[in-house]
């Protein structure tokens, strides 16, 4: 079974921490990407990489930033977290895009900032 | 411009009724389609997908979905509902990127 990690679940940080928040996958997949989830906004894309050390802006990509040092590992980092920033964080993980490819999902990792 | 909708927020069914959830998509080319669960709190796992071939496929859980192309349609479909079914359903297609539906909150009342 593919298994993407985030090491995090719950975090509460203060307003203007820097946040790392990591993902692991264990499929060799090329592609990972991190989205945020809020109620009534479905998933939006924050960014994503297609290979160690390349990433693309999705659609909401201000205010974050991204590493993808190794294949298997892809962070998000929040600069300097702010409220509006408290969300629910989804990475995933596939195949090269195109046709026939599966995203697989992290468990989730749910970010307060007070 | 390719796009998903999800006409229903959130649907309330009795447990043991028949479920569908429908799922429009916009898409140029063959779509490769998806159904997502997420149960509260939890990530999205994997119901089902539709890649080419019969165009009903069965899933995890009991699911199945119909792929309809005259009408851009994947819904997904379960005979008999169980109240751990409770969850949000999303809707996807892949082409170069995913695009995802806004989601369906399911309620399973007894």
């Known amino acids: 079974d593919v298994k993407v990690t985030q090491s995090s679940r719950y975090l509460v940080k203060r307003t203007g921490e820097k946040v790392f928040l990591e993902c692991v996958q264990d499929?060799?997949?090329?592609?990972m990407f991190w989205y945020r989830q809020d109620p009534g906004l479905g998933l939006r894309l924050i960014y994503f990489?297609?290979?160690?050390?390349?990433?693309e802006k999705g659609d909401i990509p201000e205010g974050y930033s991204v590493s993808r040092e190794k294949k298997e590992r892809f962070s998000l980092i929040l600069e300097s977290a702010s409220t509006n920033q408290t969300s629910m964080y989804l990475c995933?993980?596939?195949?090269?895009?195109?046709?026939?490819?599966?995203?697989?999902f992290g468990e989730g990792s749910w970010l307060t900032v007070v | 411009a390719q796009s998903v909708t999800q006409p229903d927020i959130h649907i309330t069914v009795s447990e043991g009724a028949s479920l569908e959830l429908r799922c429009n998509y916009s898409?140029?080319?063959?779509?490769?389609l998806f159904w997502y669960v997420q149960s509260p709190g939890q990530g999205l796992q994997l119901l089902l997908k539709y890649f080419s071939g019969d165009t009903l496929v069965q899933g995890i859980k009991g699911f199945e979905a119909e792929f309809k192309r005259s009408q851009s349609s994947f819904n997904l479909r379960k005979p008999s509902v169980h109240w751990s079914d409770a969850a949000e359903y999303f809707c996807?297609?892949?082409?170069?990127?995913?695009?995802f539906g806004t989601g369906t909150s399911l309620t399973v009342i007894p």
């Open positions: 996807a297609v892949s082409g170069n990127q995913f695009y």
């Open positions: 499929m060799d997949h090329e592609n």
């Open positions: 898409y140029g080319a063959t779509p490769y």
């Open positions: 995933a993980s596939s195949f090269t895009t195109g046709v026939g490819n599966t995203i697989y």
């Open positions: 990489s297609y290979d160690v050390k390349m990433k």
